[in-house]
């Protein structure tokens, strides 16, 4: 009884969202954003999963250059949302990905892809590559320039009960936001 405590309070404590690595390349006169997460969910929000309640992640990056005088200027701004939904008649877990938010009951341009297990379907999620983030003629060289990237879990997606429970639950509290200064390279 004491190991399955133990064992329960090791995995609740690795429940979360990290960022292994962020990167913004240059190809093809385009700015493509790179993200690499460390995201592993709580007990709560895999029973959720489990009893059929979908969950909404929101990946966002933002491209700012620094202004002295007022607020800094937002150059670009792109953003990923992806639903994870299991179904249990197939057994399957189901992620769609989208550039708009997905909401139920409606039609969007999403790409859906089913996965036998949750762990490859959140090594998706993990992998963030190929973004679009702007042009290279948008750039300014001799400004400061930097990312602002923020990865979470869409809280108001869910249903109004879990919503209110989840408050109190540390499971349910994914998310990070991290700055990344270009260099003066990428806009030459």
Not at 25 to 32: F, G, K
Not at 149 to 174: E, H, T, V
Request: hydrophobic share 45%.
């Amino acid at each position: 009884m004491l190991a399955l405590a133990l064992l329960c309070t090791c995995a609740a404590a690795q429940a979360g969202a990290e960022l292994d690595q962020l990167r913004v390349e240059r190809v093809d006169n385009a700015l493509l954003l790179q993200a690499s997460l460390r995201l592993e969910l709580g007990s709560a929000v895999e029973d959720a999963l489990l009893k059929g309640v979908p969950v909404h992640f929101v990946a966002e990056a933002e491209l700012l250059r620094d202004r002295w005088y007022w607020y800094d200027r937002k150059l670009a701004q792109v953003s990923r949302y992806y639903r994870l939904a299991y179904q249990p008649l197939t057994r399957q877990w189901r992620l769609q990905v989208a550039s708009e938010p997905i909401a139920a009951g409606t039609a969007s341009s999403s790409l859906a892809q089913t996965f036998e297990s949750l762990p490859a379907a959140l090594d998706v999620v993990r992998r963030q590559s190929g973004w679009k983030l702007a042009d290279a003629s948008e750039l300014d060289p001799d400004a400061r320039q930097y990312v602002l990237y923020r990865f979470r879990l869409d809280m108001s997606q869910l249903p109004r009960p879990f919503q209110i429970a989840a408050g109190s639950q540390s499971d349910w509290a994914l998310g990070l936001s991290r700055q990344l200064r270009l260099s003066p390279e990428l806009g030459r």
